[in-house]
């Protein structure tokens, strides 16, 4: 193999792997530098000139000239009668550059060393991919979606390199399929046995972060900011979002007109539901937002139990948990407080029975279902009514009749 050779062998490594010149001599001529140590001990007294454009590999051996017979390190000195055969006017005392020729080092030698300079470059790519997105964690990136497995996902970004989008950080509702073109944020990047692995997620509140970023102008400028976000991905999220300018309406400016903004963002979580919540440091006020669209009668904070007892009307108490209790959970999570329900049963004088006095008539499951929503007495699931209750439980119509007929029984 000559020299254009190698490099041009090269050359092809540096063209897929997209290697800086800087790099690409470097590596070069640290090959090349193996091969001199294998062949001559050292590489100490060579120049090796590489040009890459021309494909030209030069290398020099710098040594001394001795008297004959008195050469005591012939890696560095030679003979007086061998280097006037170089040139007849050198002369004993002076430097003798002898150019190396690659055909030299035999074809073995050659092959280990583009073996060697293939690795070199792996290791090289390896180090730039894991350097490249180290930088980029926190931002969302766009791929296509090459294969799919049980517990992860391969995503090829534009430069086809290999991300991997982990089952548990998928929304329930994510299917893809090869050829999809998916969204996630860049969650950690981590070397493992020598190879970068890239995880994405789309799960991570910074996702939601990110996508109102790019959504929300005010939110990229830093007029808005967001101070907290909350999911339960796929289902609900609650983001607080505060303004440091009286004239701008966060709230307002993060949804858009008639919702235009955030339309977007729900659409890419697979429609989970967002509230966004003018965040502020009266915690009881942030409590009431929280827990909207929920009423609130009134709230009692416990700072060193970091709990709160928020007081509803019977009819508000569903609204404040939410379906599947996730609205109240959300606020908890927001608020950094245990939140804890209860009636208001102040002004109501009529009688009412505990659900759980039911448990001869209706299954357990069924009244699990009730008290999820927040209806544990006869008269809160009374009050909601059979559209609301199919709306907010897993029931069918005919089981909430007959929930409804039991209940109203006891009061007739």
């Known amino acids: ?33 193996g091969m001199l140590k294998k062949k001559y001990e050292t590489d100490e007294n060579f120049d090796i000139i590489i040009n890459t454009e021309k494909g030209d590999l030069e290398a020099f051996r710098n040594r001394v000239i001795v008297e004959d017979g008195k050469v005591e390190d012939p890696a560095r000195q030679i003979e007086y009668s061998e280097a006037v055969k170089i040139s007849p006017d050198f002369e004993i005392g002076e430097e003798v550059s002898e150019s190396i020729k690659l055909s030299d080092f035999g074809r073995r030698a050659i092959l280990a060393a583009r073996q060697n300079l293939m690795g070199k470059v792996t290791e090289l790519e390896k180090d730039a991919l894991f350097r490249k997105y180290e930088n980029r964690v926190g931002e969302i990136v766009t791929g296509e979606v090459y294969q799919v497995w049980k517990k992860e996902t391969l995503v090829l970004d534009d430069e086809g390199n290999e991300l991997l989008l982990p089952k548990n950080e998928q929304i329930s509702a994510d299917f893809f399929k090869k050829g999809d073109t998916v969204r996630a944020v860049v969650l950690r990047v981590e070397m493992v ?12 509140p910074l996702f939601l972060e990110k996508l109102f970023e790019a959504e929300v102008p005010e939110i990229f400028d830093g007029l808005i900011t967001i101070r907290k976000i909350v999911r339960e991905p796929g289902e609900r999220a609650k983001v607080a979002v505060e303004s440091y300018d009286d004239r701008i309406d966060p709230v307002g400016a993060c949804v858009g007109m008639k919702g235009s903004r955030i339309h ?26 929280s827990l909207s669209p929920a009423k609130i009668t009134s709230i009692k904070i416990d700072e060193e139990a970091k709990r709160a007892l928020v007081y509803l009307k019977p009819d508000q108490v569903s609204l404040a948990i939410g379906k599947g209790g996730y609205n109240i959970r959300l606020a908890s999570k927001l608020t950094e407080l245990e939140i804890d329900v209860y009636r208001d049963v102040e002004d109501d004088t009529e009688e009412d029975v505990d659900l759980d006095e039911f448990s001869d008539e209706i299954e357990a499951w069924i009244l699990d279902q009730l008290k999820a929503i927040g209806c544990d007495t006869a008269k809160s699931v009374l009050n909601l009514g059979v559209e609301d209750l199919v709306k907010r439980t897993d ?12 209940l109203n029984a006891e009061f007739e």
């Open 193 to 204: 046995n020598g190879s970068p692995r890239i995880i994405l997620s789309r799960t991570a």
């Open 395 to 406: 029931l069918e119509e005919e089981t909430v009749l007959e929930v409804i007929r039991i």
């Open 1 to 33: 193999m000559e020299p254009k050779e190698l490099i041009d062998a090269f050359s092809e490594f540096k063209e897929q792997k997209n290697i800086d010149r800087a790099s690409m001599m470097s590596i070069l001529e640290d090959v090349f530098r």
């Open 264 to 289: 977007g963002i729900v659409r890419e979580l697979r429609n989970e539901n967002i509230d966004v919540i003018n965040y502020t440091n009266n915690l009881p006020l942030l409590i009431s937002r």
